[in-house]
């Protein structure tokens, strides 16, 4: 080979080579792999369906039962009750839709093998799991937010027949925020989800581990003896998350609002967590 040609080869290959992407589009390619990924299989779109049925229809369906009874409530029932909070009470249902499908988001690729498959054209797997993460949070919030606002026009509407009761309006103190938060809850259950699912790999455990976090533990804790069932239980994710959707005053025992949204979060951010180092560690 003559001297010409030897420098020529550099320069073709550096013609060939391929520049290596700069983290924020690598970033936005997985976030549109997740993105086709979510709703490439129908439990997406059925789930969410059934979540907007659940929020709306219960929502009216609660207010209906209610106006039907009104005239057998006490006056301190009718004082103290929260019209908003009162529409969006299927919130409390459609969480399961939601915390099962983010579990599905991750367990689902464990169970079918595809999960190598994503590994191996992102070897950064953490990424793979905050796009997940980033994705399915939008959704849900989109979602929840449609739903809840829905629920609480219906609703509203529906409480607005009896003389019984006084309907909310958005613009009252408290009440866009409690409708918001409705979809703000929701998008954080989604996310602790996700993080169950990355835990435990499998869908039947992390959906029990679910179940058992918001609904099965709470009943545990009212057995223990006073104070620790009520010192305890305001710290669990259900009890320290629902006040985001509620207008009413909260208990004296009660976390603050946000204080305990941020407890609720922080069970979110704590499975992401560990998801995130036992996701490094393992095997695909």
């Known amino acids: 080979m003559s001297s010409a040609e030897t420098a020529l080869v550099p320069t ?7 520049p290596n992407p700069t983290p924020m589009r690598q970033f936005v390619a997985v976030l549109r792999a997740e993105w086709t990924k979510l709703w490439s299989v129908r439990s997406t779109l059925w789930s969410l369906l059934v979540t907007i049925a659940i929020i709306v229809g219960l929502g009216a369906l609660f207010c209906a039962a209610r106006v ?10 009718l004082r103290n009750f929260d019209p908003t909070g009162f529409s969006l009470n299927g919130i409390f249902l459609a969480q399961l839709a939601v915390g099962v499908l983010g579990v599905l988001v991750m367990s689902s690729e464990y169970a079918t093998g595809q999960i190598r498959a994503t590994f191996g054209a992102t070897p950064q797997r953490n990424l793979v799991l905050a796009a997940k993460v980033a ?9 929840g937010l449609v739903a809840c606002f829905a629920a609480f026009f219906i609703g509203q509407a529906i409480l607005g027949r009896s003389t ?4 909310a309006f958005i613009g009252d103190p ?15 259950l989604g996310a602790l989800g996700i993080g169950l699912g990355t835990i435990l790999r499998r869908t039947a455990g992390a959906i029990a581990a679910l179940v ?20 305890i239980s305001k710290y669990l994710p259900l009890q320290a998350g629902n006040a985001v959707f509620h207008t009413a005053k909260l208990a004296s025992t009660d976390l603050s609002l946000w204080v305990g949204f941020a407890v609720f979060c922080a069970y979110a951010v704590a499975s992401l967590a560990l998801g995130a180092v036992l996701l490094a560690r393992r095997d695909a």
Do not use: Q
């Open 135 to 143: 994705v399915f949070a939008v959704v849900t919030f989109a979602v």
């Open 68 to 77: 039907a009874r009104a005239d057998r409530l006490d006056p301190g029932e």
């Open 164 to 167: 019984k009761f006084h309907s």
């Open 12 to 18: 073709a290959a550096a013609r060939t080579a391929v």
């Open 174 to 188: 408290g009440v866009l925020r409690a409708v918001i938060g409705g979809a703000m809850y929701l998008s954080v």
């Open 212 to 231: 058992g976090l918001l609904l099965i533990l709470p009943i545990l804790v009212n057995f223990l003896p006073s104070p620790w069932n009520t010192d």
